[in-house]
């Protein structure tokens, strides 16, 4: 049996051999590769087949949808009581806020994303009006949420779930970065006042817990501040959030500063470039790059930290899960409602790490090892 | 000292308000159009929201009853959720007017925080829980047991007192929330769990079979709940002292959310009823309200045992008993102040 011949360089491209490439292949270096690997393998195998059947029971299978009580939900079936989120799912989302207004919730959350599309896009059509519509967005939210101005006014003692954590983690984030930027720039600045300003506001930040700062927005303000003023109580959670996400923002963007060859700087005053301009054509772009992976964890933390607002009488979805604990109906169903709401803390910061990954790829310039 | 008072000047010269802005809460509640009512975050039977975002339980209706004596409609009330943390801080700094939030009275709370407490419309105390199959009916059998308790709390001193008191040795399970207490009891961890007798109640309602568990009949502290105003205004803790001693009277006298607009009518034949109803003796204009006060109070949540059946009694998933809450007469401890 001979093998055909070909003119040199007119061999056609074979498939590789089934043992290097293919599914079997992957099998095999990926899964059997040593006998501590089949070993492992057989033990994940084994640990899934357990899990795993339980698990889609109780979520799916099993589940109850709908039901008055706790008692109707476990005479109908042994999983999940989903019935219970449902009914509470409005309060969830909404919290307290007055069910003719909703649709401004609503709006402000459609709006959102309209305003963020340009900010995390940059092949979006007209992108610079966007932008500039994204600056003026959080006041936009902010009349749709409290009213005024020919909407009816909605205090904010009315705000909770899903679209408190929402409104606490928008600000928070959205103020945070740039204020630590100036942080950060102010903290190697060589003007002293404004170098012991930023250096004392980030080490009392990062000296004391989330949760004592809004305890002292919560009480001790209330002390300082003469009887009968009424300082909005959670204008007074949002600053407090901003200032501390902004201080430990400050210091993963003085990371990336650092990382900055000081050649980078020299260079931009050779060329003439004014402090501000360097900053802004030069070192920011480079420094706020290799600063992305710690800019979105302070993102995701501070997402996460807003659950702390419950210790002050706020509701967010982890609050409003408690208080719907506690309804003799349907207590004892922890479970359901723990699950519903790290699902709902899941999503979201995923979603944010996803995005994180794919700007650290966009921005990509060779210098990853 | 010296530093507070300059900084008090300073931010009254700023804001230019005055410290008498402290003094007629009841004015200020008219001028706002709503009571802010300090209760718990959520504490299942006494408060909470429900499905709909609308407070429901015992004290969120003594809210209520204020609201209606004072403003005419049970709904002008702004719920100032709190934890225990922070519950007597907002009521000092003014952002409530009012509590209503599962708080015992006690010395130190009355003196040193500044609180005026109002009559107590609870009287809760510490129980335990434990499974029926274990065939133990007084506390004083517990000997071995493991107990879970709730770290920092005064029932962790109490239990403590009371095993020391009968020379019991028990081994101390801590743990830190009422939700884990669930857990480690329905585990198996704890052999009782002890805690105040309504949240024991509220507790056994979350377990998988509630008839396998019995609450022992002892109780081993005493835990008078009651509502409570900030010192200084007396005018306002009058009207919170007797609206609690109006709905609690009004259940000694048989007056009931139903039949409270016809008994106010006219005058009848029992002098009590009349001075309550506002149909005799003016009582209203002495705290400052008009004489259907308690009419309003009565027709909006109830008596006091309506309140106490509607949300926590017999026929509720919680199941309490009236005990120590039923009136003097009935073999309870409730004894309202006559309104004369």
């Known amino acids: 049996m001979s093998a055909p011949q070909y003119a040199p360089g007119k061999h056609?491209?074979?498939?590789?051999?089934?043992?290097?490439?293919?599914?079997?292949?992957?099998?095999?270096?990926?899964?059997?590769?040593?006998?501590?690997?089949?070993?492992?393998?057989?033990?994940?195998?084994?640990?899934?087949?357990?899990?795993?059947?339980?698990?889609?029971?109780?979520?799916?299978?099993?589940?109850?949808?709908?039901?008055?009580?706790?008692?109707?939900?476990?005479?109908?079936?042994?999983?999940?009581?989903w019935a219970f989120i449902g009914e509470y799912l409005k309060l969830f989302t909404y919290g307290f806020y007055p069910e003719e207004s909703r649709w401004r919730v609503n709006l402000a959350f459609v709006l959102m994303w309209l305003a963020l599309v340009p900010i995390l896009f940059d092949r979006v059509p007209h992108r610079k009006y966007g932008l500039y519509y994204a600056a003026a967005f959080p006041f936009i939210a902010g009349w749709l949420l409290v009213g005024g101005l020919g909407l009816a006014p909605v205090t904010t003692d009315k705000f909770g779930g899903i679209m408190l954590t929402l409104v606490v983690g928008v600000t928070g984030i959205a103020f945070s970065l740039p204020i630590g930027i100036l942080l950060a720039l102010g903290r190697s600045s060589k003007l002293t006042i404004i170098r012991v300003f930023c250096v004392g506001f980030i080490e009392f930040i990062r000296g004391v817990p989330l949760i004592t700062l809004l305890f002292v927005a919560s009480t001790m303000l209330s002390y300082f501040l003469p009887p009968g003023t009424n300082f909005d109580l959670l204008l007074r959670v949002l600053i407090m959030v901003t200032l501390f996400a902004s201080g430990y923002m400050a210091e993963v963007i003085r990371g990336g500063l650092q990382a900055i060859p000081s050649g980078q700087t020299e260079a931009a005053d050779a060329l003439g470039l004014k402090y501000w301009q360097a900053m802004r054509l030069i070192v920011l772009p480079q420094a706020l790059k290799i600063s992305i992976p710690g800019i979105v964890n302070t993102f995701i933390g501070l997402y996460k930290d807003t659950t702390l607002v419950i210790i002050i009488g706020l509701y967010d979805p982890l609050g409003i899960g408690r208080a719907a604990l506690a309804n003799t109906s349907w207590i004892g169903l922890s479970t359901e409602v723990y699950i519903f709401v790290a699902i709902f803390f899941f999503v979201s910061c995923f979603a944010m790490s996803r995005y994180s990954l794919y700007l650290e790829d966009k921005l990509e310039t060779g210098h990853k090892r | 000292?010296?530093?507070?008072?300059?900084?008090?000047?300073?931010?009254?010269?700023?804001?230019?308000?005055?410290?008498?802005?402290?003094?007629?809460?009841?004015?200020?509640?008219?001028?706002?159009?709503?009571?802010?009512?300090?209760?718990?975050?959520?504490?299942?039977?006494?408060?909470?929201?429900?499905?709909?975002?609308?407070?429901?339980?015992?004290?969120?209706?003594?809210?209520?009853?204020?609201?209606?004596?004072?403003?005419?409609?049970?709904?002008?009330?702004?719920?100032?959720?709190?934890?225990?943390?922070?519950?007597?801080?907002?009521?000092?700094?003014?952002?409530?007017?009012?509590?209503?939030?599962?708080?015992?009275?006690?010395?130190?709370?009355?003196?040193?925080?500044?609180?005026?407490?109002?009559?107590?419309?609870?009287?809760?105390?510490?129980?335990?829980?434990?499974?029926?199959?274990?065939?133990?009916?007084?506390?004083?059998?517990?000997?071995?047991?493991?107990?879970?308790?709730?770290?920092?709390?005064?029932?962790?001193?109490?239990?403590?007192?009371?095993?020391?008191?009968?020379?019991?040795?028990?081994?101390?399970?801590?743990?830190?929330?009422?939700?884990?207490?669930?857990?480690?009891?329905?585990?198996?961890?704890?052999?009782?769990?002890?805690?105040?007798?309504?949240?024991?109640?509220?507790?056994?309602?979350?377990?998988?079979?509630?008839?396998?568990?019995?609450?022992?009949?002892?109780?081993?502290?005493?835990?008078?709940?009651?509502?409570?105003?900030?010192?200084?205004?007396?005018?306002?803790?009058?009207?919170?002292?007797?609206?609690?001693?109006?709905?609690?009277?009004?259940?000694?006298?048989?007056?009931?959310?139903?039949?409270?607009?016809?008994?106010?009518?006219?005058?009848?034949?029992?002098?009590?009823?009349?001075?309550?109803?506002?149909?005799?003796?003016?009582?209203?204009?002495?705290?400052?309200?008009?004489?259907?006060?308690?009419?309003?109070?009565?027709?909006?949540?109830?008596?006091?045992?309506?309140i106490f059946e509607r949300h926590i009694g017999k026929k509720t998933p919680l199941g309490l008993e009236r005990g120590l809450n039923a009136l003097w007469k009935d073999g309870g401890i409730l004894y309202a102040a006559p309104i004369r």
């Open chain 2, 1 to 306: 000292m010296k530093f507070r008072n300059t900084a008090a000047a300073a931010a009254a010269l700023i804001f230019g308000a005055t410290t008498a802005a402290h003094a007629a809460t009841l004015d200020d509640v008219k001028r706002k159009g709503e009571v802010a009512c300090v209760v718990s975050t959520s504490l299942a039977g006494f408060a909470a929201p429900d499905a709909s975002g609308r407070y429901t339980g015992f004290d969120v209706d003594f809210c209520r009853a204020v609201a209606a004596a004072v403003l005419g409609d049970p709904n002008k009330v702004k719920f100032v959720p709190a934890t225990t943390k922070n519950r007597f801080t907002v009521l000092n700094s003014g952002e409530g007017d009012i509590l209503f939030r599962n708080t015992t009275e006690t010395m130190s709370r009355d003196a040193d925080l500044k609180l005026s407490f109002l009559p107590v419309n609870y009287y809760d105390g510490q129980g335990f829980l434990i499974r029926k199959s274990a065939g133990i009916k007084s506390a004083t059998e517990l000997g071995g047991a493991s107990v879970c308790i709730q770290t920092g709390t005064t029932t962790e001193l109490n239990l403590a007192d009371f095993m020391r008191t009968n020379g019991i040795k028990y081994d101390p399970v801590p743990v830190e929330t009422n939700e884990e207490a669930l857990t480690n009891y329905e585990g198996g961890r704890c052999d009782v769990y002890t805690t105040d007798a309504s949240g024991i109640a509220a507790t056994r309602t979350g377990l998988d079979n509630p008839s396998a568990h019995v609450i022992l009949p002892e109780i081993i502290s005493k835990e008078p709940l009651a509502g409570a105003v900030r010192h200084g205004d007396d005018q306002w803790a009058d009207i919170g002292k007797w609206v609690v001693n109006a709905l609690i009277n009004a259940e000694e006298l048989g007056i009931t959310q139903r039949n409270v607009k016809s008994k106010a009518r006219k005058s009848g034949d029992n002098p009590k009823v009349n001075r309550l109803l506002g149909t005799e003796g003016g009582m209203g204009a002495m705290v400052g309200l008009d004489d259907k006060w308690a009419v309003r109070a009565i027709s909006a949540v109830g008596n006091y045992g309506e």
């Open chain 1, 12 to 81: 056609p491209d074979l498939p590789a051999p089934s043992t290097l490439a293919g599914p079997l292949a992957w099998v095999r270096a990926n899964l059997l590769s040593s006998p501590s690997n089949i070993t492992l393998t057989l033990l994940s195998l084994w640990f899934l087949w357990s899990v795993i059947p339980g698990a889609l029971n109780w979520f799916f299978f099993d589940a109850v949808y709908s039901g008055e009580n706790r008692a109707a939900c476990r005479a109908a079936g042994e999983g999940a009581c």
